[in-house]
């Protein structure tokens, strides 16, 4: 088997963290989930029943999508002893016929890190889903701000090939809150059993970064530490000096994903030439005057899919290859190599509907026999475990993600209270320790305590 990796300087797509999510199972427990996720709003997939049952009446809706208040303490960190957190997502939608829909969504952010040698305070604001809708049978087109993730695993699917990524928060939140909308036209037809999705992307949005000095941030300004790069003098002095910046200009591309339901197996395969989100950082400059700029090249992307349910077991899993993946040299130049990747899960619901657990298995690779600053192979496993006591007023979990071949462990308890819908209260803790190069090694000082409120409408 060629070598595996896990390519650790936010240059793959699938960098956003090794975790598991949300689904549910079959029988007479909860159905799976849908195959394909989409944007926030995103009805069932069409079928080849016209949809007879909009109402013709227009029809207005508003109301709050998502609100986050979160505070947490740092004890490890010396950049700061609290970093607390605001997220708050609202939405207007307008149907004047069964036909088309209008939709405007804005989001605020905030962050505060306080009590230490990196102190800041941050407020934005962003658009959430803001589009203009057309449904005619089996067809829709969609054109606006979308939030648009592909693939069939949970947390890291390999077809996730025209989303933007949000890394304001690192690998904290599961996979929908870590994307944002971007701008794109969207032609989603269904054809029986089959379905085409196709994206294009007219103006590349970057992934949404950090305030530089969030103990988040891909660059650690206080250690001159870079994500996935073994930390050294050289680095730091590097890092400490550059000038930072960023290229982002030009389209996106996009991509087309064709899936088949409906079957003992569904299955789906991709196709995509799009600009990776995350950024790659490239060293420039003089070594009186470095710089760093974070880029997003193009990669050309390749995948296959599958799903079945047996015995109340979900099996899921994707293979894709995908070329032009930028690494580093130990001269500092960069280098381009492709990258083949698997994933493979299960997830049940042993004794009932109250527990749940998702679990996968991931080899990541580039393929390249050159000697690069980032980890060349990586095996590792991850995944959810979740359960509801208490007559249902209780939750109570466990995401985690590890590697086999290097020390890179993430684990995060939380316990819950939701008896007061749509609200939760939760308190939890965001452990991270791994080796030089891994995600969970470049954060382990920044293991966190946190506790909050959470709102989902």
Known sequence: MKKLLLNLTLSLATLPALLAAHALAADDLPPPRAAEAGSADDLPPPTTKKATTRSAQPTLKYGVDDLLLEVGGLPGATEADTYSTLRAKAYVLWQPNRDWELRAGARVDGAMQNGGVADFNDMSADFTDTYVRYRSGD????????????????EIPLA?????????????????????????????????????????????????????????????LTTGEIVGIAPS????????????????????????????????IDYGVTLARSR??????????????PTLTAIHPFNNFAGADMELESNGITWRMELGYTDNIPVTLPTTATTYVPSLDWVGGIEFFPGGADTRIN????????????????????????????????????TAGLRFFGGLNVKNLYLNPEISYVAWEPFAVYAGYHYFNGDDRTLAGFQEDHSMGVLGIRGQF
């Open 160 to 220: 996730d090939r025209v989303s933007r990524a949000d890394l304001t928060r690192f690998t904290l939140d599961e996979l929908p809150e870590r994307r944002r909308a971007e701008l794109a036209a969207r032609w989603e037809q269904t054809l029986g059993d089959f379905k085409l999705d196709a994206v294009w992307l007219p103006v590349f949005n970057a992934a949404e970064l950090p305030d530089a000095s969030s103990v988040w941030s891909p660059i650690n």
């Open 276 to 289: 990776q989100s995350q950024p790659y950082y490239l060293i420039g400059g003089t070594p009186l005057a």
């Open 359 to 394: 679990l996968q298995l991931v080899a990541q690779a580039l393929q390249t026999d050159q000697s690069i600053l980032q980890l060349t192979e990586y095996y590792g496993a991850n995944g959810e475990i979740e359960t509801t006591f208490g007559q249902g007023r209780w």
């Open 139 to 154: 067809t829709r087109l969609t054109l606006g701000a979308q939030t648009i993730i592909w693939g069939r695993v949970d």
């Open 233 to 264: 003098p050289a680095v730091a002095a590097l890092v400490q000096n550059a000038v930072i910046s960023e290229d982002e200009h030009g389209s996106g591309g996009g991509g087309v994903r064709l899936t088949k339901t409906g079957g003992a």
